[in-house]
């Protein structure tokens, strides 16, 4: 197990390195950088300033020396300033990482909670009334984009019945549960509670329908390959309880392919919430990288991308450690 993980550990730092690589050529790609911040202040920039752009941006320095110095500076965690209003980038990326990773989790449990149960249904119940109603969620969440969903949420619930809020949300519970930690003050909890809740239900819903779909159409498929196995028919045949043979036998082995989309759907709702989060105006990393990029603010826009890297190889990571705890035939192979 010790030289599995050490093996996938170095595949996710080799990842890594290759990603600040990508993100800091596409940061020099779009153009001189002294340039952008000319046109940031809209009055053109002295012989003077212009200097002094290219000294503190190590526009003198070969390309690699650049690469590296600014490798140097993300480790430490300096990823510069904004072009607007000349703000720490890791501070506007810490003040909205909160928002999109309770975002995040909260669709994550969602779907997962309601997409692997109703495919394991689905696969029990093959040709009933239960598999087609769940192939039909399954057909309908994965045709309609989560804008569309989003909208129609908005419509229904926020507009014509004005059960929910439409937008701007904020992170009650995490940063609750942070700021209650280092100072003490736990007031951020109750307002979760009291009807901070119901921010989430709409951008929750609208992420989750998708993805619980993908969940339900994969974890179908894997179970009526298990069901229909050798090993399966045995325990079957030599009396094993058939709530033994499906929730133990069965999904035990078929989970290996929804654990695999587990870990990218928890990925691609860090990375890809910019659409819900600019739908639903929800202060997350998503609206952070969309205005940045609208903005032309690259230290805003590589910060965030950086950032994405780093969760998809933190993710992916995990994963590879939970099919070696399952299977142990993964890490031996």
Known sequence: MGKYILRRFLFSFFTLIGATAIVFGLSRAVGDPRDLFAQEGGYGVTEETYEHLTKMLNLDKP??????????KTVRGDLGRSLLGQKDVADLIGEKVLNTLELTIFSWILSTLIGIPLGVISAIKRGSIWDWAGRFLALIGQAAPPFVIAIIG????????????????ES???????R????????????????????YVLPVGTLGLAASASYL???????????????????????VPERVVIWKHALKNALI??????????????????????????????????????????PVMTGSVLLFAVFYAIVIFISD?????????????
């Open 154 to 169: 908005i419509l229904i619930f926020a507009v014509k019945l004005g059960w929910l809020p439409a937008g701007s949300g």
């Open 257 to 298: 392919p929804p654990l695999t989309l587990a870990a990218l759907i928890f990925v691609g709702f860090l990375t890809g919430t910019i659409i819900v989060e600019t739908v639903f105006v929800w202060p997350g990393l998503g609206l952070l990288a969309t205005t940045a990029v609208s903005e032309n603010d690259f």
């Open 63 to 72: 390309l690699y020396m650049q690469y590296f110095i600014w490798l140097g």
């Open 217 to 239: 159409r994969l974890t179908r498929s894997s179970m009526l390959e298990i069901l229909d196995s050798e090993y399966i028919k045995l325990a079957r045949a030599k009396g």
């Open 172 to 178: 009650y519970l995490l940063k609750g549960v942070f």
């Open 321 to 333: 450690l939970t099919y070696g705890l399952v299977d142990p035939r993964i890490r031996y192979s």
């Open 180 to 199: 209650g930690i280092s100072s003490g003050d736990f007031s951020l909890i109750p307002d979760f509670f009291t009807g901070g809740w119901k921010h």
